[in-house]
């Protein structure tokens, strides 16, 4: 309807030119917005900040920041909007050594100090895992917001410090700063990645309290939590309680559901997932034939595969794989999982053929696990998961030669050091 509005209109200002480009970026239609931006009789800051956001949120940041280059050369001034976005590309591409260079300029400017900027300062120094950055970022700035608390709160989750997250959700508290969605997402997320359910539990109830246990990342994260923490009931119920969901929110409650056992509801809500017409990507796919292995439904799982391949949307990886030769070694079919990984979609690597190696210990099988063990020794000579597995299938055999060669090879290859001897005694 854009499109029709705009070929119809028969005088067009900057602003309906920078509406459509904008347009175009939203719906990720990065080519049409290039052509339409190449055409525009006079661009603003406006079109080429919308322009550097839009290669940004489509993945392409480092012509993202070729573009703010331009613009700089054509004698253009970027506004803090435009900081923020070339700030969000570096960040997104771990662009260090850009992003301090444009922090020092920014400094120069005055605009470092911005709300907006220095919110995304924060986030760019967390990205690129300099949290003392950031944390000094956050101090400087007078009046802070809930989405600059949010910001350092979520870059020391992304950092892995998540006690140190939550300290900031404290004070943040004390501060009298009220919590947002994304708040409660960043601290609940924190709570999976510590197995901290009474916190949780805690956290649950104030974004009850406050209105937000029904916004869908919240309920994402919710539902994440629950599930993480082997709590079905909760986890179906946050999902059942959402009133508006998306693809993650399909995806969360499938892996849970395959995770904890659940195969035949992972199923059953990837069939509704299906009628409530939310297109599956490679995180549902992941999450059925990982509910199909867990619960050893090969004929279920080679149907889904098969779904897989036949899904001209989603692109078959090497986590895919994995899956249907965990599922074909946990069902004993230990020869057609090594024939799958030899006519896969995608090159085997060292993930692969471990899984395999890993399904021969279990069926006892040597014939395929010399092979097996072969491709991985081959793929990593440095990795010593593969030297274990296959010299404790060649003990629980009781082929002690075998044991002996692999164990020779670990000693030369470093993994095992010859035992010391005392100079007192000369005993090890």
Not at 16 to 23: H, I, L, Q, Y
Request: charged content about 20%.
């Amino acid at each position: 309807m854009a499109e029709k509005l705009f070929d119809k209109m028969p005088w067009k200002d900057t602003a309906a030119w920078n509406s459509m480009v904008f347009g175009y970026c939203c719906n990720g239609r990065t080519e049409d917005a290039c052509k339409l931006f190449e055409k525009m009789p006079y661009r603003n800051v406006i079109s080429w900040t919308t322009m550097i956001g839009g290669f940004d949120q489509c993945g392409r940041s480092d012509e993202a920041l070729l573009l703010f280059q331009k613009m700089c050369l054509l004698g253009v001034k970027p506004t803090s909007s435009t900081y923020s976005c070339v700030l969000t590309a570096c960040a997104n591409i771990s662009a260090l050594f850009c992003g301090l260079q444009l922090h020092a300029h920014l400094m120069k400017l005055g605009y470092a100090f911005d709300a907006f900027v220095s919110t995304t300062l924060i986030t760019f120094y967390a990205n690129c895992m300099q949290m003392e950055n950031s944390s000094k970022v956050f101090n400087e700035i007078l009046h802070g917001n809930v989405v600059t608390w949010t910001a350092l709160l979520t870059g020391y989750g992304l950092n892995g410090k998540h006690e140190e997250a939550f300290r900031v959700f404290r004070a943040m508290i004390n501060a009298g700063i009220m919590p947002n969605q994304s708040t409660f997402t960043s601290a609940l997320n924190c709570c999976c990645e510590l197995h901290a359910l009474d916190r949780g539990k805690v956290l649950h109830t104030q974004t009850i309290k406050l209105g937000l246990d029904l916004d869908v990342f919240v309920g994402n994260s919710l539902i994440v939590m629950y599930t993480r923490s082997g709590c079905m009931d909760d986890g179906i119920a946050s999902f059942n309680n959402m009133k508006k969901r998306n693809v993650v929110s399909w995806n969360s409650i499938i892996v849970g559901c395959a995770h904890n056992g659940h195969g035949t509801l992972s199923l059953e809500l990837f069939d509704q997932m299906k009628c409530a017409r939310v297109p599956p990507d490679e995180i549902t796919y992941v999450g059925v034939l990982t509910a199909c292995s867990y619960s050893r439904m090969l004929e279920k799982g080679r149907y889904m595969f098969e779904l897989l391949i036949r899904d001209p949307s989603v692109k078959v990886n090497l986590e895919h794989c994995v899956c249907m030769v965990d599922l074909l070694g946990r069902s004993g079919k230990l020869e057609e999982a090594e024939k799958f990984i030899m006519n896969m979609p995608v090159k085997p690597n060292f993930t692969v053929w471990m899984a395999l190696l890993s399904a021969c210990r279990v069926h006892s099988n040597l014939e395929v696990a010399k092979r097996a063990a072969q491709h991985v020794l081959d793929l990593d000579p440095h990795n010593s998961a593969g030297y274990v597995l296959l010299s404790n299938l060649y003990a629980s055999a009781g082929w002690w030669n075998e044991v002996s060669t692999i164990r020779q090879l670990m000693e030369e290859r470093g993994f095992i050091k010859q035992p010391g001897s005392s100079w007192l005694t000369g005993e090890g």
